[in-house]
């Protein structure tokens, strides 16, 4: 096979899974849109784990609740737990790797928010730690994984399985996926603060879909 070759195959196994979610996944990811969605709405914050490229992932979705994706809005509440390498390293020494992130849990998160958990293979010790962590305390529970994505895509209240089991290509998928939710509810609150139905702080959303604008 040529490099022109090689290359044209790449693409176009991205682009397999890209049409296989467009047609079989995008009500799920507009589920997990609105729901995330109220979440914000209602004052929770989103809290993302995963490792090496899927940590990445985490920070780059962070950012873009944090800052802005598309439209003028206000900061969203997003924090990636990946970033802070003395509480990394303090509690992958003093305990163990496999609670990097659900240390992290116990301190930070609430019932009200989300933790998304990232992994290409759906067997990340350290993020299934974390979402079990987060299912006790009562959040809402996010899965990011690959196919087959068992065991995290069970526990988690809700989850998408990149139609692949190609590393490259899940995480291809994945950041697409989180664009389109940024997008989602960035659209919903971009709306809400210029059509008076919400000021720069938390909403007032009743819940429903998100409105799809142009």
């Not at 994984?145 to 190609?166: I, K, N, V, W």
Request: glycine residues 10%; contains cysteine.
């Amino acid at each position: 096979m040529t490099d022109i070759e090689l290359l044209k195959s790449s693409l176009q196994g991205a682009i397999d899974v890209y049409q296989a979610v467009r047609d079989k996944q995008v009500e799920l990811l507009v589920g997990i849109a609105t729901k995330l969605g109220d979440l914000l709405e209602k004052g929770g914050t989103i809290y993302l784990c995963g490792n090496g490229g899927s940590a990445a992932d985490a920070q780059h979705i962070a950012a873009e609740f944090v800052g802005r994706f598309l439209k003028e809005r206000r900061a969203l509440p997003a924090v990636a737990l990946t970033t802070n390498t003395s509480i990394l390293t303090a509690i992958g020494n003093d305990y163990d790797f496999s609670q990097i992130f659900s240390r992290q849990v116990k301190a930070m998160v609430n019932p009200k928010d989300a933790l998304v958990g990232i992994s290409t293979s759906g067997r990340s010790a350290n993020v299934l730690e974390a979402i079990r962590e987060a299912k006790k305390i009562g959040a809402l529970t996010v899965a990011f994984t690959g196919f087959p994505g068992e065991p995290m895509d069970a526990e988690a209240d809700l989850a998408f399985r990149a139609p692949s089991q190609e590393t490259p290509r899940i995480q291809e998928v994945h950041i697409a996926a989180w664009h389109g939710i940024c997008d989602l509810i960035e659209r919903r609150v971009h709306e809400r603060e210029n059509s008076g139905l919400s000021g720069p702080g938390r909403g007032h959303h009743r819940g429903g879909q998100l409105p799809l604008a142009s």
